[in-house]
């Protein structure tokens, strides 16, 4: 099966920059997968995109050096195993707050006997390789999403599921059920250390750690804090600015 080129990263101490999508689009999917991402994240939860199209932009990723990872729309276990088929070689899951919703999460993405995954690899068996069932198991990452205070709560629960790769922070939904508001992260507040909490722990038990950033001056500060993965902003986001900055020099 073809490896998951994110776990030697993880094995050996580099952080991983991850693309996050939200446009549907194969052509913008594949365009972003050749600029030097490691991985690259299709967003079926707030992205505008279905999962037919999520088909043409994993295909699209496929074909360049990027891990092809989704953000799945719900807990949902049939969902989840329905894009591991389409070919993610991982998902992060929104909202996971307990021990039960990360198990729950592992077992879709593996085979029995360490899961629940139903048989019927489909396009992931085209991109991971002939032998993918004897080793989906251990090329998948089960990856939930931190964000929520009754997450904080179990945190230690959460990190102690056998088959969590990864936890990875959501810091604006998790600000918002601290009654904050998106973007606390940036100041000192529950946010903030509930951020430096969820790395604390998942550090304590050697468990790699991604988050969502705002752009990438707030990833390379997340590195250097010890997060494992960063998430420099989205596609839609960093195209607006791009765009802002071109017409700001066109009126100079």
């Known amino acids: 099966m073809r490896q998951n080129a994110l776990k030697p990263l993880l094995h050996g101490g580099k ?4 693309a996050w999508l939200s446009v549907p689009s194969g ?3 594949e365009g972003v997968g050749h600029q030097g991402f490691d991985s690259v994240t299709v967003d079926l939860q707030h992205g505008m995109i279905g999962f037919e199209t999520a088909i043409t932009m994993l295909q699209a990723i496929s074909a360049t050096p990027a891990v092809p990872l989704v953000r799945c729309p719900s807990r949902d276990s049939e969902a989840i195993m329905h894009l591991l088929d389409a070919g993610a070689y991982g998902v992060i ?6 021990r039960h919703q990360a198990e729950d999460l592992v077992a879709a993405c593996r085979y029995p006997p360490h899961g629940t995954r139903s048989f019927g690899p489909a396009r992931g068996k085209l991109y991971g390789g ?3 069932f004897d080793a989906a ?9 931190l964000e929520t205070a009754q997450a904080l709560d179990n945190i230690d629960d959460i990190l102690s599921v056998d088959g969590v790769d990864m936890v990875y922070v959501g810091p604006n939904d998790l600000a918002l059920d601290l009654g904050e508001r998106p973007g606390a992260e940036m100041q000192d507040g529950k946010t903030s250390a509930a951020i430096a909490h969820i790395l604390a722990r998942a550090k304590a038990a050697g468990v790699p750690t991604g988050i969502f950033c705002s752009g990438g001056e707030l990833a390379q500060r997340r590195i250097k804090e010890g997060f494992d993965l960063v998430t420099p902003n989205n596609d839609f986001n960093t195209l607006m600015a791009a765009m802002q900055n071109e017409i700001a020099k066109c009126k100079t």
């Open 93 to 98: 899951c929104p909202m996971i707050s307990t």
């Open 130 to 132: 002939a032998d993918y």
């Open 27 to 29: 052509y913008l999917a």
């Open 137 to 145: 198991n251990a090329e998948i990452m089960a990856i939930p999403m």
């Open 15 to 18: 952080p991983i920059l991850n």
